[in-house]
Nanobody, 123 residues
């Protein structure tokens, strides 16, 4: 089992930056692909970004491409999401997820999920 805990969320003004962290425990995530998803109020959860086990490949939703960067530090068992140029529409609960074999946008292919961290962007 892998436990995932997100942190780093908060309230920020439009144009600002935040860095989310996802700390894993229970098992090393060095062989897992990792993803970030988000869910805004009244909306379905959506894909944000993903990274392969060795950081060789990264994937982004069009809405965040060029503004968000996903990275990982396998030695620290942690995944990050650097969010720049934040917009009010980025307001959501952000979730970290781990997959044993898949790095992409399909939520059903992720095996483990964190409980989320709130990001609120004010205009």
């Amino acid at each position: 089992q892998v436990q995932l805990v997100e942190s780093g969320g908060g309230l920020v003004q439009a144009g600002g930056s935040l860095r989310l962290s996802c700390a894993a425990s229970g098992r090393t995530i060095s062989s897992y692909a990792m993803g970030w998803f988000r869910q805004a109020p009244g909306k379905e959860r959506e894909f944000v970004a993903a990274i392969s086990w060795n950081s060789g490949s990264t994937y982004y939703a069009n809405s965040v491409k060029g503004r968000f960067t996903i990275s990982r530090d396998n030695a620290k068992n942690t995944v990050y999401l650097q969010m720049n140029s934040l917009k009010p529409e980025d307001t959501a609960v952000y979730y970290c997820a781990a997959s044993t074999y898949y790095s992409g946008s399909y939520q059903s292919k992720y095996d483990y999920w964190g409980r989320g961290t709130q990001v609120t962007v004010s205009s």
